[in-house]
């Protein structure tokens, strides 16, 4: 049997698997098992922010460690990495729960709420993804929850735009003081590089704190530099409640999730939840995880500043390509979408840029496309001239 058919056979998968077999990964470049190599702006999807295979973040550890730490003893590289995610989270977030993923972290995010508040409800927006338990699948879109009628949580939806609309609304469904969080990605990758306006995201902020509803800011995405900024959060100059962490907080070296709450929420809820997880930060994924957050610090100012270059000249570029029926085009960071004609087209794009040697992806009627934040200016243009040649 090809692999094809064994992966058709073995792996539980909604649609047949895309047809990369993947060998290798170095930079901003992925190839497969033929030789065949693709300009990768996708990342693992928001996961590789750093490049692959960062030889500052991969080299092996100087210390000893452990094969495994039980989760109720102590271990210093545990606090090593809380304090440093502290540090780099925006507002007052102070306290960590360690997770295996972002879906965890999220999870967990949903029950601190509710420990919190004594509250059951939920807000969050019309076509968001959170992951996929049953916890987070009860505050995604409500298309995600059709298959499971009997969800955890009642959660209720507001629909972009996010503008003074959205926000009348979420004032309407804050009122009763029945919601235990308002859950959000500052910037939704998911939903195709959605920006809210500066004006909803206080005012969104306000309202929950005028009606006891945590924010929980989702930032398994977003985070660690994807929009420009360390954090997307920091654009709003928002202060969540919780925020949760997964994906690149280890650049893609290992699985990691961690959600960090405020002190006020950590002591809200203290002796009554802990989470257990049996390999939540297991000593090798939070070594590499250290080195991977220590080697952002250090090296934030230059990263930030040539991805904001980059990042530039994707919009140059990109509003200078002749997409059919273009609608908009979303760029923050590296988080970068480009609303144009329907599904089937952009679809059609993507494939033909796969060919092509590009990796991009789609979200609804939108190109998406999340290149790492160390893409260099020739490999940006590389990969560009092929999109703008897969177009027809
Ligand atoms: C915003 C957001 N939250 C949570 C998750 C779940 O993360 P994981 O797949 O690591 O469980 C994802 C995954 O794509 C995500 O995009």
């Known amino acids: 049997m090809s692999l094809r058919q064994l992966d058709r056979k073995y792996l539980g998968r909604e ?16 190839y497969d098992a033929r030789g065949k190599r693709y300009i990768d702006f996708l990342s693992g999807w928001c996961v590789g922010n750093f490049g ?12 000893r460690r ?5 989760p109720d003893f102590l271990y210093r590289p545990w606090v090593e990495l809380a304090q440093l995610l502290a540090r780099i989270t925006p507002g007052k977030l102070e306290k960590t729960y360690r997770a295996t993923g972002g879906s965890e972290a999220v999870d967990i995010a949903l029950q601190i709420s509710m420990a919190s508040t004594g509250r059951r409800k939920f807000v969050s927006l019309e076509g968001s993804y959170h992951g996929n338990t049953i916890g987070t699948v009860s505050v995604a879109s409500t298309e995600w929850r059709e298959p499971y009628p009997n969800l955890l949580s009642n959660c209720m939806t507001i629909s972009p735009p996010l503008g003074e ?41 306000q309202l929950c704190r005028r009606y006891g509803t945590l924010f929980i800011a989702d930032e398994v995405a977003c985070g660690f530099g994807r929009t420009g900024r360390l954090f997307a959060s920091e654009y709003f100059d928002l202060e969540p409640d919780i925020l949760c962490m997964g994906k690149a907080i280890t650049g893609g070296f290992a699985p990691m999730g961690a ?5 006020r929420v950590a002591k809200s809820v203290e002796g009554e939840v802990g989470f257990y997880s049996t390999y939540g930060w ?13 080697w952002l610090i250090r090296n934030q100012a230059r990263l930030l500043r040539d991805a904001a270059e980059i990042s530039a000249y994707f919009g140059q570029r990109l509003a200078a390509m002749n997409f059919d029926d273009l609608k908009d085009i979303r760029i923050r960071g590296m988080a970068i979408a480009v609303e144009a004609g329907d599904g089937d087209y952009v679809s059609a794009i ?20 999340f290149p790492p934040l160390t893409l260099d200016r020739r490999t940006a243009k590389a990969g560009l001239d092929i999109l703008e040649k897969s177009l027809r």
């Not at 649609?15 to 992925?30: H, P």
């Not at 959600?259 to 002190?263: L, N, R, S, Y």
């Not at 297991?282 to 220590?294: F, G, K, L, Q, Y």
């Not at 979200?363 to 998406?368: D, F, R, S």
């Open 52 to 63: 692959w295979d960062n030889t500052a973040i991969a080299k092996p550890p100087a210390r």
């Open 350 to 369: 993507t494939a033909r840029c796969s060919k092509n040697g590009l990796m991009v992806t789609t979200a609804g009627n939108a190109i998406t496309m």
């Open 282 to 294: 297991h000593p090798s994924t939070v070594d590499v995880a250290i080195r991977n957050v220590r």
């Open 259 to 263: 959600t960090i709450v405020t002190a």
């Open 15 to 30: 649609s047949a698997a895309q047809d990369i077999e993947v060998a290798r990964t170095k930079g901003a470049f992925v």
């Open 66 to 70: 452990p094969d495994y730490v039980y």
């Open 165 to 205: 609309r959205a926000i009348a609304r979420l004032e309407t469904l804050l009122k009763k003081r029945d919601v235990a969080a308002f859950i959000m990605e500052p910037i939704s990758c998911n939903l195709a590089v959605l920006i809210p306006e500066d004006a909803f995201m206080k005012r969104a902020q």
